[in-house]
Structures are given as structure tokens and as C-alpha cells.
């Protein structure tokens, strides 16, 4: 999602590329009769108010309730740009289940597994192997989001996140910056309180500058500075 820090920005359509994304719509009415995400809605099932809240991506033509938006299948991440990620459950050390076709399929998968023999997930399982999330380090956990092609895992949390992938206007570099791809650690080259953390970050390659996030100043930041240098100039003769 390209935009300045600190702006307000409508929702990205999070199986669209990070690096050139599309916009969601919201809408109110009418109600949407298919997710894209949990499949067909219960016209008749009035206990579902939320229903009636939706976003709409223009591009791909695709409807999604208000909570399902934020984990599509084949989602798009910010963190694994390259490639979509999908849901996903850990049985044991050795098997995992990837839903490629969203929540309708793993609720049909867990329904099916409760008229067999196979054992449900442990939610207290502890994994020694391929266990840890690769942006930020911590346990995976049960459900977590996985690439089918090169086995990069997410987390829930790191999932929830979706930092632009380049930020075009800011008051701490006078040129784009585009997503770090892993978090920093050390201090930024701006005024930074966050070093020795697993910070979000961003970085201009021509002039070797990384910074937080967090330490990012809004595009306000270059204006009130330049009002704060001239006014000290004399008036013009």
C-alpha cells in the first residue's frame, strides 16, 4: 500500500500485491449473498447483523464481510510478498493442514475429522521442529498461515499486521521508502528509542537509510520545519 505516514487509508484488498495494491470499498447495503472468504451467507439467518457491513474490491471483484477481509485464502502479506499464504493447522510435529479455499474448507475438514478416528488438535501441543514464525521469531501455535511453496510460516499476530509496503511521502527522508525485509533490531538512522527490538522497518538502498516505523515523522513534519527555518530570515528588501 503506497501512502504517507500517517494518513488515513482505506483497507488494502489483501490478496492483491503489496507493492501495487488495491483498494476496498465499503458498503452497507445490500447484503453481500456470497464471502469470499466463508462462502455463501444464510439469507434467512437474521442473528447476523454484521452481515449487512461488507468491502468490496473493485478490481478483483470480490466481496468480503467485515472480519473476513483481514484473512482471505491466498493472502498477499507485506511480510512474503511474493508469494500467497494460507490458513493453517498443526497436528503434530510431522503434519500440517493448509487450507487453500478458506474457512469453508478447514470447517469442513474439522467436521469430517470428528466422524473418524484421527485425533483433533492439542490446543496445549508444544512443536520442537519448524515451530517458530519467520518475521517475528515467536511460537507459532496451533493456527497460523503458511507459503505452500518455499514453507514460510506467519503468525496470527504478525498476520493481523499490513504496514504499507512503501511509504512515498515522509518528514523523516526526502525519498520513498520501501519495506525492510525482516525487522530491525539496532537503532534507526532517525531519532530512535526502539533499538535492541523487533521493530518494523523501512529503507531508502540509495542512501543506506533504515528506520523504524514507529520513528517515521508525517509529511507535516518537512513543512513545519521549513516554516521554523525562514522565519528567522529577515524580510525581503
Given at each position: 500500500m503506497n501512502g504517507e505516514k500517517g494518513e488515513d487509508v482505506?483497507?488494502?484488498c489483501r490478496l492483491s500485491d503489496?507493492?501495487?495494491?488495491?483498494?476496498?470499498?465499503?458498503r452497507d447495503n445490500p447484503r453481500p449473498s456470497l464471502c469470499f472468504r466463508c462462502g455463501p451467507v444464510n439469507e434467512n439467518d437474521e442473528d447476523y447483523d454484521w452481515n449487512n457491513i461488507h468491502y468490496y474490491c473493485e478490481i478483483c471483484k470480490l466481496v468480503f464481510h467485515e472480519d473476513c477481509y483481514m484473512f482471505p485464502q491466498g493472502?498477499?502479506?507485506?511480510?512474503?510478498?511474493?508469494?500467497?499464504?494460507?490458513?493453517t493447522i498443526r497436528f503434530s510435529e510431522t503434519r500440517m493442514e493448509s487450507f487453500k479455499y478458506g474457512a469453508t474448507e478447514m470447517a469442513s475438514f474439522l467436521t469430517a475429522l470428528e466422524t473418524t478416528s484421527t485425533p483433533m488438535p492439542d490446543q496445549n501441543a508444544v512443536f520442537e521442529t519448524n515451530n517458530a514464525c519467520h518475521w517475528c521469531g515467536n511460537v507459532l501455535g496451533l493456527m497460523f498461515f503458511r507459503c505452500l511453496d518455499c514453507d514460510f510460516s506467519l503468525g496470527a499476530e504478525c498476520m493481523w499486521q499490513d504496514p504499507p509496503f512503501t511509504i512515498t511521502n515522509s518528514g523523516s527522508h526526502e525519498h520513498p521508502l520501501t519495506l525492510f525485509p525482516r525487522p530491525l533490531t539496532e537503532p534507526c538512522s532517525s531519532v530512535c528509542v526502539f533499538g535492541g527490538n523487533m521493530e518494523v522497518g523501512y529503507a531508502c538502498d540509495p542512501c543506506n537509510y533504515l528506520v523504524h516505523l514507529k520513528c517515521i515523522q508525517p509529511p507535516q513534519a518537512i513543512h513545519q520545519d521549513h516554516l521554523a527555518d525562514t522565519s528567522s530570515l529577515p524580510p525581503p528588501t
Open positions: 482505506a483497507p488494502r503489496p507493492a501495487h495494491p488495491h483498494t476496498l470499498c465499503r493472502t498477499r502479506h507485506p511480510y512474503h510478498p511474493h508469494h500467497p499464504i494460507y490458513m
